[in-house]
Structures are given as C-alpha cells and as structure tokens.
Nanobody, 129 residues
Framework: QVQLVESGGGSVQAGGSLQLSCKVS????????MGWLLQAPGKEREVVLT???????????YYADSVQVRFTASQDNAKNTLYLHMNNLKPEDTGMYYC???????????????????WGQGTQVTVSL
C-alpha cells in the first residue's frame, strides 16, 4: 500500500521561501511519476509540477507556468523523499499542497490532477503580503 506523507508547510510573507517534503512508502520513488498539486481556496486542484521518473518522458520535469523559475523539485532516492523548493512566494501560492504519485503510464503531459491515483493528506501553505 502506497503512503505519502507531506510536511514543511506554514505561513510566510510574500517573497519568502519554503521547502515541502513528501515521504513515500510502499513504492519506489525513482521509478514512479511524482507530482505536487495545489488546492487554492475556491479553485480546482491544479498540478504545480510533475517529475517523470519513468515512461516516455523519463527525466523530464513539468512546471506549471505560474511557478516556472520560482519552484523546483528534487528527490532523495535513498530516503524515498520528494522535495518542493518554493522561492519568491506570492499570495496566490496559498493553499493546500498535495503530493501524489502513480505509474508513469498513467500520467499525461501536460499532467492532469485526475492522472494521479495515490495522494497524501496535504500540507497548508499560507503566503501573506
């Protein structure tokens, strides 16, 4: 059974930085597709980024236009942990951030929220002016 546990959320002022972590168990991170998704207040859940660790897009990382340059992903395969490095945060980055995964054959490009079958519980990020 795949389990994803996010951590690292919090409150920060605009322009600040946060690092989110996603600890994966029951699956091997380095052969799966991993995503970070944002559920902003009053909005549909959207894919922020996706790391393609297999399949036809292996080695590629997708970033939503809204986070290009500001957010990056990294992973520690030994710890089976995915990270989201968030810089120059804006109030519109506020929301619940979810880590999600699935086999890469299930993940399209660009990825969609419904592509992912396993989800964590989420971690809240609040960015204030």
């Amino acid at each position: 059974q795949v389990q994803l546990v996010e951590s690292g959320g919090g409150s920060v002022q605009a322009g600040g930085s946060l690092q989110l972590s996603c600890k994966v168990s029951g699956s091997t991170l380095d052969t799966s597709c991993m995503g970070w998704l944002l559920q902003a207040p009053g909005k549909e859940r959207e894919v922020v980024l996706t790391v393609y660790n297999g399949g036809g897009y292996a080695g590629f990382t997708y970033y939503a236009d809204s986070v290009q340059v500001r957010f990056t992903a990294s992973q520690d395969n030994a710890k089976n942990t995915l990270y989201l490095h968030m810089n120059n945060l804006k109030p519109e980055d506020t929301g619940m951030y979810y880590c999600a995964t699935d086999t890469c054959s299930e993940i399209s490009l660009p990825p969609e929220s419904d592509d992912f079958g396993q989800w964590g519980q989420g971690t809240q990020v609040t960015v204030s002016l």
